[in-house]
């Protein structure tokens, strides 16, 4: 295949000294001269484990080379793999001024193309820039709508410097983001099966997001692990050994536990033991951002279903689920609990529902912590979810079984969701009202 990648940075001459290896003509565009001279003399442009030899190797092979125009290149190349900078401007908004640029170049040097080139983009961009910014300008440039002179999808490059041979080699994931299925099994098959790694097609907004989120997953890690090991240090513990001990987990702690967007965390665990934690620190004078952040984060979760709430104005409003969790009667520090507390003290009508709580039965920490917060619970609780149907609004606190979602639909309730079932059920989205 001969290909074209757009910025001789790290990601560009990795991924074409890398293609080169895999047996591709590919040529590097770079405005940068002294790239493009250096790489021309079968040296890299950067320092990086394995790069300089297998640039090398392509240049001799006289499958890799670099120039600084890629006009001519374009006219017939089976695909571009765009690689150029997004650094972050001044606000932290990121500058896209290079995609844009190259978006222009692109676009104007295919307008002749008979067949649409393949375009990959790589660069790191804001969700909504290949629809709001890349697609509408490679359009203006080339004069043409999108697949008559090119076909375009977002890859996002997962490499990290110092290891990023065998990050390509060895991908995490490969993850393709498109309009059209086609167009994404194309750029999967870019890699053959010697590339082992989980290979996923999603939205071009999906593939723009992960990347954001694996960076910022990774950046929240590496905080968390320096905060519980600056704690570790000043009680004298081994932080090393308690995160490796943490890290031993693969059920609850590295694993897709806890990982699903939704509402806020409660329960008598949670909430206590990290408050218990952040006392601790104040106590050795430790400073704990980003754990500190975490209440405040969590408080925000309730806010905004108020502020939904609010905003629908509704007569009546249902809770589907009070527990802290399906199945329990446990009532202490559950943040549904704490919802209804705060709908009824904006003067909100309630109706709750829960299998697991029955008001005769509680008893103990568990009754007097509702006797304190809710002192109005067996006036609400309603034993038959039927009464939920005379509500406007049902919160679904729980997941509820889909034939009742389906009764409630048809009877013209509005479901706020704060679990995903819905999502499951017909796409749709957390939060959302309707
Ligand atoms: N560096 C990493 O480890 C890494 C990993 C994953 C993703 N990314 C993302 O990949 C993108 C590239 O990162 P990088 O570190 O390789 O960047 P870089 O700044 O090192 O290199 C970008 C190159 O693009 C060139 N360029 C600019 N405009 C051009 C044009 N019109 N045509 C051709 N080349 C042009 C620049 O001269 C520069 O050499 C960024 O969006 C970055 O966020 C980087």
């Known amino acids: ?17 890398c293609f080169a290896d895999d047996g591709h003509d590919v040529v590097g565009v770079e405005p940068a001269a002294a790239k493009v ?19 090398q190797r392509g240049v001799a092979a006289g499958r890799l080379r670099a120039v600084t125009d890629g006009r001519a290149d374009l006219r017939d190349a089976d695909l571009a793999i765009i690689c150029v900078g997004t650094p972050s401007a001044a606000d932290g908004t990121v500058d896209l001024r290079f995609v844009r640029r190259v978006c222009e170049e692109i676009g104007a040097a295919v307008r002749e193309r008979s067949e649409p080139i393949r375009l990959v983009f790589r660069s790191t961009m804001p969700p909504g820039s290949m629809r709001g910014i890349v697609l509408p300008t490679l359009i203006a440039s080339c004069g043409a709508p999108a697949g008559r002179h090119f076909r375009a999808v977002f890859h996002p490059e997962f490499l990290r410097e110092g290891s990023s ?10 993850v393709v983001g498109a309009d059209d299925e086609g167009d994404a099994r194309a750029t999967l098959a870019l890699y053959p099966p010697t590339y082992a790694a989980p290979r996923i097609t999603c939205s071009l907004e999906v593939a723009e997001m992960v990347k954001y989120a694996d960076n910022v997953f990774h950046a929240v890690k590496i905080t968390f692990a320096n905060e519980i090991g600056l704690f570790c240090r000043a009680h004298a513990i081994d932080g090393h050994e308690v995160m490796r001990i943490c890290c031993a987990d693969t059920k609850l702690n ?35 951002p980003m754990l500190e952040g975490v209440l405040p984060s969590n408080r925000r979760h309730l806010e905004r279903v108020l502020e939904l709430v609010a905003a629908r104005n509704p007569r009546a409003v249902g809770l589907y689920g009070l527990a802290f969790k399906a199945g329990t009667d446990d009532l202490r520090d559950s943040p549904f609990v704490e919802l ?5 003290a904006v003067g909100r009508r309630l109706v709750l529902h829960d299998r697991g709580v029955h008001a005769s039965r509680l008893m103990g920490r568990n009754k007097s912590f509702i006797d304190s917060r809710l002192p109005q619970l067996s006036r609400m609780l309603a034993e038959d979810d039927a009464a939920l149907s005379a509500c406007d609004l049902v919160i679904l606190c729980h997941r509820p079984p889909e034939s009742l979602v389906q009764r409630w639909t048809s009877q013209g309730v509005a479901l706020l969701d704060l679990t995903g079932a819905l999502r499951e059920v017909d796409g749709d989205a957390w939060g959302s009202l309707r």
Not at 1 to 17: E, Q, R
Not at 340 to 344: G, V
């Open 1 to 17: 295949m001969k290909i074209a990648v757009f910025g001789m940075g790290y990601v560009g001459v990795v991924t074409a000294a």
């Open 37 to 55: 001279e250096m790489l021309n003399a079968g040296c890299s442009p950067l320092v990086e484990e394995h790069v300089g030899s297998l640039v």
């Open 165 to 174: 041979v065998s990050d390509f080699r060895e991908p995490s994931k490969i």
């Open 254 to 288: 590295l694993s897709p536990a806890y990982l699903a967007p939704g509402f806020a965390f409660g329960g008598s665990c949670l909430p206590k033991d990290l408050r218990a934690l952040l006392a601790e620190a104040t106590r050795a004078s430790i400073e704990l």
């Open 340 to 344: 209804a507390e705060r709908l009824l």
